[in-house]
T-cell receptor, first 116, second 115 residues
Framework: GAGVSQSPSNKVTEKGKDVELRCDPI?????LYWYRQSLGQGLEFLIY????????KSGLPSDRFSAERTGGSVSTLTIQRTQQEDSAVYLC??????????????FGNGTRLTVT | AQKVTQAQTEISVVEKEDVTLDCVYE???????LFWYKQPPSGELVFLIR??????QNEISGRYSWNFQKSTSSFNFTITASQVVDSAVYFC????????????FGQGTELSVKP
């Protein structure tokens, strides 16, 4: 079956512009996560959606970052007024069920964001 | 607070050597889950294994084996008879029960297997 799909795979943007990153989770997975991977910071949790519950936004680094998940499926991560320190690979993951903590996360290939 | 430490940043071995990747974790939770992921050069993180905190039985899958020891808070990963295709970055991760499945990752160990 299809895995987690992310688009675009690469994005180059100018400092100050807004960007939107898209994630299509595995069908039937109720939990969806966004992570950021950068050289200095490793893999950082950003945000988590579980079903129709309010998302856990505890990992978002600033109010320039936001995410939504429509219809319990596709998710969009938006970064407003991008800064050079936002350059990283943004990874999306989904799992069958997030609440218990035991379902493995399945990751997409990521979107490499470069802010010039 | 939860923390995962992978002290080995890079390891280089020659094909057919055995190699062990170390993982040490910290948590106050009594129920938790430990994971290993592989990230090949293509970039996608691939799930390898999950262990529950209440099950210390070691596991073997082909050339891969995992040693979970609660007494030392370690969850080490051994590759037997390594192959070039094993070259990747390997991440150890921890999630606590009932906390949304958020993974706390170690910094990763880059394994290079040379022919």
């Amino acid at each position: 079956g299809a895995g987690v799909s992310q688009s675009p795979s690469n994005k180059v943007t100018e400092k100050g512009k807004d960007v939107e990153l898209r994630c299509d989770p595995i069908s039937g997975h109720t939990a969806l996560y966004w992570y950021r991977q950068s050289l200095g910071q490793g893999l950082e949790f950003l945000i988590y959606f579980q079903g129709n519950s309010a998302p856990d936004k505890s990992g978002l680094p600033s109010d320039r970052f936001s995410a939504e998940r429509t219809g319990g499926s596709v998710s969009t991560l938006t970064i407003q007024r991008t800064q050079q320190e936002d350059s990283a690979v943004y990874l999306c993951a989904s799992s069958l069920e997030g609440t218990g903590g035991f379902s493995p996360l399945h990751f997409g290939n990521g979107t490499r964001l470069t802010v010039t | 607070a939860q923390k995962v430490t992978q002290a080995q940043t890079e390891i280089s071995v020659v094909e057919k050597e055995d190699v062990t990747l170390d993982c040490v974790y910290e948590t106050r939770d009594t129920t938790y889950y430990l994971f290993w992921y592989k990230q090949p050069p293509s970039g996608e993180l691939v799930f390898l294994i999950r262990r529950n905190s209440f099950d210390e039985q070691n596991e073997i899958s082909g050339r891969y084996s995992w040693n979970f020891q609660k007494s030392t808070s370690s969850f080490n990963f051994t590759i037997t008879a390594s192959q070039v295709v094993d070259s990747a970055v390997y991440f150890c991760a921890l999630s606590a029960y009932n906390q949304g499945g958020k993974l706390i990752f170690g910094q990763g160990t880059e394994l290079s297997v040379k022919p």
